[in-house]
């Protein structure tokens, strides 16, 4: 594999780097973010949702405390300082565990809604990932990816795919396309907006199409 390539061994060794300091960059800044993101999954009292790609739980405090919340992740040293934060705040609700995205261990339409925020261009197979946040949530689910897509401006897009290789080095790629993620998926936009710091990165709020019994 070329070494600007995304691959399982790389993201952990990148986002284990990142523990320790993950909060400061990325915690209040990106924090109404996180809200909006939660506000869009639409849940309800009793609701089963899940967050892939949960990391340190920077998001978990925004969940409702009637629901039931699962949260995953690759990084055993990110989800340990998660593990920690639901202890020190008493988040009863959530629970996590550590596991791969694009091969996930629950049944069939075990949510009804998934979120993955800053995640889905941070994986090896993108459509993987998202094909199995489709398996796990229910017919008529909500999914809602926070992330950055790349641009409808060509001349933008050229730059992010100039800068991709740059980016996977770092652990993540700049020039992942929406549309192209959604083929071949079971899931219908509802809304799609920017969001800050800087509008540079995207809402997408989904319901998931699937027959039911669709992954039987």
């Known amino acids: 594999m070329a070494p600007d390539q995304l691959d399982t061994r790389k993201i952990v060794t990148i986002y284990s780097a990142y523990s320790g300091c993950y909060d400061l960059l990325f915690g209040k800044i990106f924090h109404r973010s996180?809200?909006?993101?939660?506000?869009?999954?639409?849940?309800?009292?009793?609701?089963?949702?899940?967050?892939?790609?949960?990391?340190?739980?920077?998001?978990?405090?925004?969940?409702?405390?009637?629901?039931?919340?699962?949260?995953?992740?690759?990084?055993?040293?990110?989800?340990?300082?998660?593990?920690?934060?639901?202890?020190?705040e008493g988040l009863a609700h959530v629970h996590l565990q550590q596991q791969d995205a694009?091969?996930?261990?629950?049944?069939?339409?075990?949510?009804?809604?998934?979120?993955a925020a800053y995640v889905i261009s941070a994986v090896p197979d993108p459509k993987a990932v998202l094909a199995e946040m489709s398996r796990v949530c229910r017919p008529g689910g909500v999914i809602v990816l926070l992330n950055h897509f790349s641009a409808a401006s060509r001349w933008l897009a050229n730059i992010e795919r100039g800068l991709s290789p740059l980016c996977r080095r770092i652990?993540?790629?700049?020039?992942?396309?929406?549309?192209?993620?959604?083929?071949?998926?079971?899931?219908?936009?509802?809304?799609?907006?920017?969001?800050?710091?800087?509008?540079?990165?995207?809402?997408?709020?989904?319901?998931?199409?699937?027959?039911?019994?669709?992954?039987?």
């Open 34 to 88: 996180r809200a909006e993101a939660i506000r869009l999954l639409e849940l309800r009292p009793g609701s089963r949702v899940l967050e892939v790609g949960v990391g340190t739980g920077l998001s978990l405090s925004l969940y409702p405390d009637d629901c039931r919340v699962v949260g995953i992740d690759l990084t055993g040293k990110m989800l340990e300082r998660g593990v920690q934060r639901v202890k020190e």
């Open 171 to 216: 652990g993540f790629r700049s020039d992942l396309c929406l549309e192209t993620l959604l083929q071949e998926s079971s899931l219908a936009v509802r809304k799609r907006c920017r969001v800050n710091p800087f509008r540079y990165w995207q809402l997408i709020q989904c319901i998931n199409q699937k027959p039911e019994h669709a992954f039987a």
């Open 102 to 115: 694009a091969a996930m261990a629950f049944r069939n339409d075990s949510f009804d809604a998934v979120l």
